[in-house]
């Protein structure tokens, strides 16, 4: 079966880099994604990776997929206050046509000022 | 373009009262899903549709009717509200063209309390 894995909590300072950890099981996945959710609103996609990239880079934002551990990180460069959210890992695999997406637990950022 | 909205914003039952749950997408998604969010447990997938007049069971569909008489609308029923489902709903809908990349664009939540 899926499950996706993320620790609950992480804290930075502002200006250091963060760096999310997410493991999943399905070796079938499609994609990879972290979202992004900020308080008191719904998910919206930070950013995307196909599962046969190792790496995906979008301005300060870094994804590393490591297909042998089933490991999928989210680097972000020069962590600002504005990046205080809950960000969550998915991965998506074909069930009988269907795109399955299964989310992972959330891991809250706060970014210190 | 008002993306995916829901309706209500906050909800307040007791026990063994029904409500249902809006969730309206303006931007012909084929695919639209509810889920509940609860602390820790991230996201949880009720019921799905992948087209107007079908839905599917997801991973915690005890307790919840769906309907998809619209292709721009999903309802999600609960018959008989219970403390357990005190949680935060959101809805979300996602196209089917890109291939197999399933960006889902999510609702802004309901927060619905069980007393």
């Known amino acids: 079966g899926e499950d996706v894995e993320q620790s609950l909590f992480l804290s930075v300072r502002e200006g250091d880099s963060s760096v999310i950890n997410c493991t999943y099981t399905?070796?079938?996945?499609?994609?990879l994604y972290w979202y992004k959710q900020e308080p008191g609103a719904g998910l919206q996609l930070l950013t995307y990776?196909?599962?046969?990239?190792d790496m995906k880079q979008d301005q300060r934002l870094t994804v590393l997929l490591n297909k042998k551990d089933k490991h999928l990180s989210l680097r972000i460069a020069d962590t600002q206050t504005g990046d205080s959210a809950i960000y969550f890992c998915?991965?998506?695999?074909?069930?009988?046509?269907?795109?399955?997406?299964?989310f992972g637990t959330g891991t809250k950022l706060q970014v210190i000022p | 373009n008002a993306g995916v909205t829901q309706t209500p914003k906050f909800r307040v039952l007791k026990t063994g009262q029904s409500m249902t749950l809006l969730c309206a997408q303006d931007?012909?998604?084929?695919?639209m899903y509810w889920y509940r969010q609860d602390p820790g447990m991230g996201l949880r997938l009720i019921h799905y549709?992948?087209?107007?007049?079908?839905?599917a069971k997801g991973e915690v569909p005890d307790g919840y009717n769906v309907s998809r008489l619209k292709k721009q609308n999903f309802l999600l029923g609960l018959e008989s509200a219970a403390p357990s489902q005190t949680s935060v709903y959101f809805c979300?809908?996602?196209?089917?063209?890109?291939?197999?990349?399933?960006?889902?664009?999510f609702g802004p939540g309901t927060r619905l309390t069980v007393t």
């Open positions: 979300a809908s996602s196209s089917t063209s890109g291939g197999a990349l399933r960006e889902q664009y």
């Open positions: 399905d070796s079938s996945s499609t994609y």
């Open positions: 990776i196909f599962s046969n990239m």
């Open positions: 998915a991965e998506s695999m074909d069930s009988g046509g269907y795109q399955k997406v299964t």
């Open positions: 931007m012909n998604h084929e695919y």
């Open positions: 549709s992948v087209g107007e007049g079908t839905t």
